[in-house]
């Protein structure tokens, strides 16, 4: 079975701060994860996502996450936030041919 | 080349109604999931199919939900007698032959009003 954690249903930055969002998992075969955002009455879009290989993964958006075996994490960042980069985001996780399992998502705020 | 299209986008049905909603997948993918979005929840997993056969049904609730995927045609997800609790996003996903979790690709979704 497999689970994910989103800590924080919203997180609020200002424009130009890092941005953090924080998802753990638990997976008892070697995982794929993802993270996907949503935009107001829109679908999922994927933002990166890690199957093997780096552990750092670079997405759009100047978005990365970083796969940590140890601490079964994989929080996404961004340097600097903009405003465009209020939405939704869900973090998820997967293997092999199984289906994805979600997280419950973080609604990310950035304010002038 | 289209992605995963969903139809339709926003649906208003009256308690003991019947929904049908209806994804056509990407061009080359045999393969579609439904998941479910409830407000204030994450997606939740419905069921996985390939065509004229189910694969993983795990995720349906018992009863009043079905779903198909003909050899020609899109899927369909069915919610027969509809209650005000169906109310929710219900996304389409698809992914090629032997592709899984790692290469799907979503729809935009179909919200699903009951009155």
């Known amino acids: 079975a497999q689970s994910v954690t989103q800590l924080g249903s919203h997180v609020s930055v200002s424009e130009g701060a890092l941005v953090l969002l924080r998802c753990n998992y638990s997976s008892s075969v070697p995982p794929y994860l993802f993270w996907y955002v949503q935009y107001p009455n829109q679908g999922l879009q994927l933002l990166l996502k890690?199957?093997?290989?780096?552990?750092l993964v670079k997405g759009i958006n100047g978005f990365e996450a970083e796969f940590k075996k140890s601490e079964t994490s994989f929080h996404l960042t961004k340097p600097s936030a903009h405003m465009s980069d209020a939405a939704e985001y869900f973090c998820a996780v997967g293997s092999g041919y199984s289906t994805l399992t979600f997280g419950k998502g973080t609604m990310l705020l950035v304010s002038p | 080349n289209a992605g995963v299209m969903q139809n339709p986008r926003h649906l208003v049905r009256r308690r003991g109604q019947e929904a049908r909603l209806r994804c056509s997948p990407m061009k080359g993918h045999s393969h579609v999931y439904w998941y479910r979005q409830l407000p204030e929840e994450g997606l939740k997993f419905m069921v996985y199919l390939q065509k004229e056969n189910i694969i993983d049904e795990s995720g349906m609730p018992k009863e009043r939900f079905s779903a198909e995927f003909p050899k020609e045609g899109p899927s369909i997800l069915r919610i027969q007698q509809v209650v005000r609790g169906d109310s929710a996003a219900y996304f389409c996903?698809?992914?090629?032959?032997?592709?899984?979790?790692?290469?799907?690709?979503f729809g935009a979704g179909s919200r699903l009003t009951v009155l």
């Open positions: 890690y199957t093997t290989g780096a552990t």
């Open positions: 996903a698809s992914s090629p032959p032997l592709g899984g979790a790692n290469v799907l690709t």
